[in-house]
C-alpha cells in the first residue's frame, strides 16, 4: 500500500520507530554504558592483585590463571543462576558477572605486562631507594601500562556484547530491547538496538586507544627500545619525586 508506515510494515530500516521510541532507546543505551562501564572497573580493580599473587610463582599463578579462565567457561545464564541468591534479580548481579568474565583476560594481560618489566630496570629503581610499593606503582605499572591497557579494551568490547545477556533478568541494557523483538519479529527494534550496540563497542575501543595512546607516548617512538623508554619512566618518576 502506498504511503504505508515502515512500522506497519515492519521493515528493517525505520526512522519513525527511532523518533517515536528515542526516549526508551536512550535509556537502554544508557543503562548498557552504566553496567558495562561498572563491571570493567570492577574487573580492573580485581585483576591486579590477583595479577601481583599470580606473579609470585607458579604454586600461585597455577590456580589464580586456572580461576579465571574456568569463570569464563561458566554459561551466563549459569552464572546468573549462581549469583541469585546473593544479589536476587538486580543490576549488581549482571555486574558481578560480567567482572568475573573480564577478569580472565585482564588478570593475564596485567601479568604479561608486570613480566615484560626488564630486570635491570628494577634493578636501577632500587638502586635509586625505591621499595616495593613505589617501585609498583611508579615503575612496573607505566610500564606495563601498554599490555593493561590492551586488555581493557578487548575486556570492555567482550563485555559490551556481555551486556545484553543481562536481559535475562532484565539487565541488559539494549538487550532489553533486542531479546523481546527477536521473540516477536520487531525488525526494526532488533536492528536499531543492535546498531547501537555495535556502535558502542567502536565508541569504546575508540576512546580507550585514544586514551592509552595519551598516557603511554613512548610506545609511539621508532628509535630506543624497551631500554629507552624504561629510562624516561624512571626519569619521570624520579622528577615527579623531586618536585
Known amino acids: 500500500m502506498a504511503g504505508q508506515s515502515c512500522l506497519v510494515a515492519n521493515d528493517w530500516i525505520c526512522w519513525e520507530y527511532v523518533t517515536s521510541r528515542s526516549q526508551e532507546l536512550t535509556d537502554a543505551t ?3 554504558v552504566w553496567i558495562t562501564a561498572v563491571s570493567v572497573l570492577i574487573g580492573i580493580a580485581v585483576s591486579l592483585p590477583l595479577a601481583l599473587l599470580a606473579r609470585r610463582g607458579r604454586r600461585w599463578a597455577a590456580p ?24 536476587g534479580l538486580s543490576a549488581a548481579l549482571v555486574v558481578t558477572g560480567l567482572a568475573l568474565y573480564s577478569l580472565t583476560i585482564l588478570v593475564r594481560n596485567v601479568l604479561a605486562g608486570l613480566e615484560a618489566v626488564p630486570e635491570e630496570v628494577r634493578e636501577a629503581a632500587r638502586g635509586m631507594g625505591y621499595g616495593a610499593g ?9 610500564l606495563a601500562l601498554p599490555a593493561l591497557l590492551a586488555g581493557v579494551r578487548i575486556a570492555t568490547v567482550s563485555t559490551v556484547a556481555l551486556t545484553t545477556v543481562g536481559s535475562i533478568v532484565g539487565k541488559g541494557g539494549l ?4 531479546a523481546p523483538a527477536v521473540n516477536s519479529s520487531f525488525k526494526a527494534q532488533v536492528l ?6 555495535v556502535l558502542l563497542a567502536l565508541v569504546a575501543d575508540l576512546l580507550l586507544l585514544g586514551l592509552q595512546r595519551l598516557l603511554t607516548p613512548w610506545t609511539r617512538a621508532t628509535r630506543g627500545g624497551r631500554g629507552a623508554r624504561a629510562a624516561r619512566v624512571l626519569r619521570t618518576a624520579r622528577v615527579a619525586e623531586v618536585t
Open 192 to 197: 536499531t538496538a543492535s546498531v547501537l550496540c
Open 64 to 87: 589464580v590463571l586456572g580461576l579465571t579462565t574456568l569463570l569464563y567457561t561458566v554459561p551466563s545464564l549459569a552464572m546468573f543462576s549462581l549469583l541469585l541468591p546473593v544479589f
Open 134 to 142: 613505589r617501585l609498583l606503582w611508579q615503575v612496573e605499572l607505566p
Open 30 to 32: 544508557l543503562e548498557h
Open 175 to 178: 538487550g532489553n530491547l533486542i
